[in-house]
């Protein structure tokens, strides 16, 4: 389930028996989707659990100069620690587990939405 705080208009959550969906509008406990769905309750809704995939959908590219798994866009890099990506520097460490934490994260590092590929 994914608290209503986290939800944002363009998140990617997963909605309808696992389909992949992108919110359009918020209402007080419903959202709606860019795919033209009729409302769903928050608590109906899942998070998309990130992975390689979903990143190099993204447009991050693995930096083969490391020994751990990073991918780098932009400003921003994140490395995969076993358990879910950091953001690889050693001073400030943020759990990112779903697509739309990292969307969210990428808005507030780079200042525009994060696109992803079909």
């Known amino acids: ?9 363009g998140a990617k959550v997963l909605a309808f028996k696992g389909m992949v969906c992108e919110v359009e509008e918020i209402r007080s406990k419903t959202v709606f989707f860019k795919e033209g769905a009729t409302g769903v309750k ?5 998070p998309i659990p990130l ?7 993204a447009g991050f590219e693995r930096n083969w100069e490391y020994t751990s798994v990073v991918y780098e866009k932009s400003c921003m890099q994140l490395e995969w620690n076993g ?4 953001d690889g520097n050693d001073g400030f460490i943020v759990g990112v587990k779903y697509v ?10 780079v200042g525009e939405e994060l696109i992803f590929k079909a």
């Open 51 to 57: 992975t390689e995939e979903w990143l190099l959908r």
């Open 100 to 109: 739309h934490q990292l969307q969210n994260l990428y808005y507030c590092l």
């Open 1 to 9: 389930m994914i608290e209503a705080r986290e939800l944002f208009v």
């Open 83 to 86: 358990y879910h990506w950091t």
């Open 42 to 46: 928050f608590e109906d809704l899942n």
